[in-house]
């Protein structure tokens, strides 16, 4: 079933810009997207996308002056430092209009609305910032263990009340993390020099080899999405393989 996302740019112009998001909510978009953020400040856009229970999709990089018609400035060799920069406050928003796990409008429901259709392995789910702000690979691989999701399974297919554990779970594993004041590897400290102590409570991370905390089976390392994983492989059971289609 397709989804569509509006194009608050191109609709609802008969709405001041931040009022465009509830005016596509009330229209029955679960999606929104639109050309540049760039003039309006970031939390405002992302109180309207709260607001009207909305998930932004896309915006584009910085295109120039667009009024004058440009429409990009990638392949221009003289402005290579001025697309870089443009990257970086791109990648930068993107991060913020993600749905921090301490906020209240992140529910299992809001959960499952954003995993529904997505064929992504729920690692790669976790860990993008555009979804969900702020959970790094620790935290995603601890999360992970607490609700028993393999993190290569497709977060589409993963059941409602496994969503709901996965949303308790991130909120766990953060909670826990913050209370640890984070995780201390390869010297790592706080700006007052205060080593975290986090390493000393994961469940799964950088356990490769030892016991499962929970069966005792030893845990192994993986990839997924592009990042060394840990899982215990009975606890978290690896997806099947989908069947290749016959033909006629």
């Not at 609709?11 to 596509?24: D, G, K, N, S, V």
């Not at 001025?82 to 209009?97: P, S």
């Not at 089976?217 to 099947?240: D, E, F, H, N």
């Amino acid at each position: 079933m397709p989804r569509f996302a509006a194009n608050l740019t191109m609709l609802f112009t008969e709405h001041p810009f931040l009022e465009r998001f509830a005016a596509a909510a009330q229209s029955g978009f679960d999606q929104v997207e639109f050309l540049f953020p760039y003039e309006h400040p970031v939390d405002e856009v992302r109180a309207a996308l709260r607001e009207a229970g909305l998930e932004q999709v896309l915006f584009n990089l910085p295109a120039g002056d667009f009024a004058a018609g440009q429409r990009g400035i990638a392949n221009d060799p003289a402005r290579v430092a001025e697309f870089r920069d443009g990257v970086e406050r791109a990648l930068e928003i993107a991060a913020r209009l993600g749905l921090e796990p301490f906020d209240p409008s992140f529910t299992g429901g809001h959960l499952r609305a954003l995993a529904r259709g997505s064929r992504a392995p729920v690692k790669a789910f976790l860990l993008d910032q555009k979804r969900i702000a702020g959970v790094g690979n620790i935290y995603a691989d601890e999360a992970l263990f607490r609700a028993r999701i393999h993190p290569l399974r497709p977060v589409g297919s993963i059941a409602r009340a496994q969503l709901d554990a996965l949303r308790d779970a991130v909120v766990e594993a953060l909670e826990a993390g913050i209370a640890a004041k984070g995780a201390t590897i390869d010297d790592f400290r706080d700006p007052y020099g205060v080593q975290g102590s986090f390493q000393d409570q994961f469940l799964v991370h950088l356990r490769e080899g030892r016991p499962c905390s929970r069966c005792a089976t030893p845990v192994i390392k993986l990839r997924a999405a592009g990042r060394g994983t840990y899982v215990c492989p009975r606890c978290q059971k690896a997806p099947r393989p989908r069947r290749a289609r016959r033909g006629p």
